[in-house]
Each structure stands twice: as C-alpha cells, then as structure tokens.
C-alpha cells in the first residue's frame, strides 16, 4: 500500500529486505521457485504484524522466513524421495557482488548446496542462519523454537556433519574460472586429452533431468568415464551446441545452448586446479532463473 505516493513502513521494510530473505529461504531449500513461494507467504504473515510491537523489522522478517521454509523444507524432503533422476539444486545466475563476497559464494555452490541436503531440516536452518548470517544463537532458537542451549547443540553438530562432507578447500574464483575455461575449450573444440587432462581422476558427474530431459540415472565416477560420456554427447550436438561463460551461484559455471535455445547448466567443483564435479541441470522446470542476474545478499 502506498502512503502519499511512498510505500506504507510494511511493504518498505520488507522490499528492503527482500534480497535477503529470498537468500536466507534459498540456502535452505535449494529452489528458487520455493524461496519465492516462502517469501509470498512472509509477506502475507507480515502485513498483518502490527509494527509497533517489532523492536527489529530484519530479524523479524528473518524469524518469518525461516519458520516458512523450514514447514516447506519438511515437504521437500518427502517430494525429492519419488523425484526422478539425480536430484540438483536450481542453479541461479547471479549479479558480480554475490562472487565478491566469498563467504556467500561457497555457501551458495552447488557442491555446498548438495552438502546442506543431507541435514535434518533444523539442522540445516541452525547452520545457514549461523554459519552464512551470523546471527546470535537467541535469535535463531526464536526462528526455530529451541532454547539457546539446543540451538548450541544442533549448531556443533551440524558443523562437524558439513566438515565431515564439505570440499577440502575454498576455491578461488581464479582457480575455477581457469578450470571452466579448460573445460570449455576442450569441449568446443573436441579435445578429449583436454578434457582428461583438467578432470580430476576420481571426478564425480551428477546431471538432473527431473523425468523431463534425458540425464544419468546414478553418478558417473572417474576421469575416463567422463570423458566417454561427454565425447558421447559432442558427437550428437556438434556445432549446433555453444557454451557461455556466466556466474552461476556466484561462481564461474557454463550455459549451453542447442541452435540458440537453453539447454543445460553447468556447474563445477575444484581441487587442486582441476575438476572434481561436475553438475549438469538439464531439467527445464529449474532453468528459468539463468536467463536474468538474481541480486542475494546477507
């Protein structure tokens, strides 16, 4: 609602906050369209809060959020049981500051995104909330509904369930735009020592069709595997498939496109200069948010 042509206090703290909810309900649920469908219903919860008694509109908003996500998080879980195929994070393409922000960037990798997946759902929120947002344990046990204590706990064990899982390293932007750019030129130009060459030999390829585009049933693991899948796959496209390079969860990944149409992205994970996984979304429904930047922040 406007109020003498500015926006009421409401919706103004809310399109204020807007980039970092989306983020927050994102880190969360691994899908764009479900983040936005959380951030409908924050703001339907939020419109009736009387603003008077809200000492902290950002945290309240947060507090909202998260409770949102983690009852749509509980869903998820029991819908990607039946989903078909290897399931994948929707990749999003991201404006330049989300890469600056190198904390940020590796929570939102698809390789960290596919970490977060196998913790319970206050596990997960617990983690997001502290380790990407800082925020006090108070304030998240209020997000959550634990006690401070409990939060504390889940916060220590959710930690060492993500080392135990997450890459080794963090990785410079450098380091993987140098890699993606190796990929690509081997792959444009059908290279397959290239290929071998800036694959790690135990590398692992996920691809998610989601029943709709062909994709890999199971993972694929190791370099000559790969390389014979993906020599497989230049043959049949040819020169109708061209590769763009973007930034996609504030890292550098590939676009591909068949005769001009958006066909897959691309993600990838590096160790040691080279590629230890490859994460290929074909499935179209997860394709719509790669077609214009997505501002996240925290």
């Given at each position: 609602m406007a109020i003498d042509g500015g926006l009421d206090p409401a919706t103004e703290a809310f399109v204020?906050?807007?980039n970092l909810l989306f983020t927050v309900a994102y880190e969360m649920l691994g899908s764009a369209a479900d983040a936005?469908?959380?951030l409908q219903e924050t703001w339907l919860l939020w419109a009736k809060v009387p603003l008077g008694d809200v000492l902290d509109r950002r945290a309240y908003l947060v507090r909202i959020t998260t409770r949102q996500a983690l009852n749509r998080l509980r869903t998820l879980s029991r819908r990607r049981e039946s989903y078909v195929g290897q399931w994948l994070p929707e990749p999003l393409l991201t404006t330049p500051d989300v890469a600056q922000d190198v904390e940020l960037a590796d929570s939102l990798s698809?390789?960290?995104l596919l970490v977060l997946e196998t913790l319970a759902p206050t596990e997960r929120a617990v983690f997001?909330?502290?380790e990407v947002f800082a925020l006090e344990y108070g304030e998240i046990a209020e997000a959550v509904g634990k006690t401070p204590a409990a939060v504390r706990q889940?916060?220590?064990r959710a930690r060492a369930h993500v080392a135990a899982r997450r890459p080794r390293e963090v990785v410079s932007q450098a380091q993987t735009r140098t890699a993606v750019e190796a990929f690509a030129r081997a792959a444009a130009t059908g290279d397959l020592q290239g290929l071998l060459d800036i694959l790690a030999p135990n590398?692992?390829?996920?691809?998610?069709?989601?029943g709709i585009k062909q994709a890999m049933p199971r993972p694929v693991v190791g370099a000559a595997r790969a390389v014979r899948l993906l020599a497989a796959?230049?043959?049949?496209?040819?020169?109708a498939m061209t590769l763009e390079r973007v930034q996609v969860n504030g890292c550098p990944a590939l676009i591909m496109r068949l005769d001009g149409e958006l066909e897959s992205v691309m993600a990838v994970h590096v160790e040691d200069g080279r590629i230890a996984g490859v994460y290929v979304v074909r499935n179209p429904e997860k394709l719509s948010r790669v077609e214009r930047q997505n501002?996240?922040?925290?």
């Open positions: 204020a906050h807007r936005e469908d959380v698809i390789a960290m997001v909330l502290r889940i916060a220590h590398v692992v390829v996920l691809s998610d069709g989601g796959g230049l043959a049949v496209v040819g020169p501002a996240l922040t925290r």
